[in-house]
């Protein structure tokens, strides 16, 4: 079963003044509303994450420590496929057992468990047979790091 690691950065709120600005200060993302009238501004683009949203954070930092610690693990995540180690089972085991800790553990939320992820790898193969599969083989992660 392929998979496909990326990352998502979401703030949502019901007044959309705020959002605005994040989208025109970021020079990215989209701002929608739900049916239940929250807005929410989404950037879901590798690049656009790494050269606009992170610095921005990293500039500014956030109010909440609960919020400070999730976005560490989000820049977690961005190094580890910058370096494209989710390619491989071992980065897989990882963007897992990073993802598990933020948003308040998000399963709840997520379609599919880790248990379900790591079943999709079947039992060990050959080299060769690893060495394809690090083609297709991703994993998703719609982990993002909200306002309070």
């Not at 392929?2 to 200060?25: E, H, I």
């Not at 420590?65 to 989710?86: C, S, T, V, Y």
């Not at 933020?102 to 050959?126: C, I």
């Amino acid at each position: 079963m392929p998979w496909k690691v990326s990352l998502r950065f979401n703030v949502s709120q019901r007044d959309k003044v705020v959002l605005t600005v994040f989208q025109r200060y970021l020079k990215c993302g989209t701002l929608r509303q739900r049916h239940d009238g929250v807005w929410y501004y989404e950037v879901n683009t590798f690049i656009a994450i790494v050269e606009n949203v992170i610095p921005f954070f990293d500039s500014f930092g956030f109010l909440s420590n609960k919020k400070q610690r999730d976005f560490a693990k989000f820049k977690q995540l961005a190094e580890l496929i910058a370096d494209g180690r989710h390619l491989r089972k071992e980065g897989i085991d990882e963007v897992l057992r990073i993802r598990h800790d933020m948003n308040d553990g998000g399963a709840k939320r997520r379609k599919y468990s880790n248990d379900e992820v790591l079943k999709s790898f079947g039992p060990r193969e050959s080299s060769e047979t690893a060495r394809r599969a690090t083609e297709t083989v991703q994993v998703s992660v719609d982990d993002t790091v909200r306002s309070a």
